[in-house]
Nanobody, 117 residues
């Protein structure tokens, strides 16, 4: 059973920054696809960014140039650096780990990010 634990959420003013972390248990972290998603009440969960085992990344258009996803395989950890935050970035952010083809995925419990003055 793979377990994911997110941290780093909180309240930040517009224009501020946060870094989310996701620690993922299991011995095969280095080969897994990791994604950060977010969800607001009444809306579907959406992909924010993802990173493959080779380091290739993918971003939603709404966060390109502001967010950076990375991974540190030695620590079984993925990160989401969020800069120039906007009120519309407010959401619960979830980490997801899967096989490279997207199957056998697991979710974390989520961490709240609130951008407000």
């Amino acid at each position: 059973q793979v377990q994911l634990v997110e941290s780093g959420g909180g309240l930040v003013q517009p224009g501020g920054s946060l870094r989310l972390s996701c620690v993922i248990s299991g011995s095969d972290f280095s080969r897994r696809l990791v994604g950060w998603y977010r969800q607001v009440p009444g809306k579907q969960r959406e992909l924010v960014a993802s990173i493959r085992s080779d380091g290739s990344t993918n971003y939603a258009d709404s966060v390109k140039g502001r967010f950076t996803i990375s991974r540190e395989d030695a620590k079984n950890t993925a990160y989401l650096q969020m800069n120039t935050l906007k009120p519309e970035d407010t959401a619960v952010y979830y980490c997801r780990s899967s096989l490279p083809d997207g199957t056998w995925y697991y979710w974390g419990q989520g961490t709240q990010v609130t951008v407000s003055s």
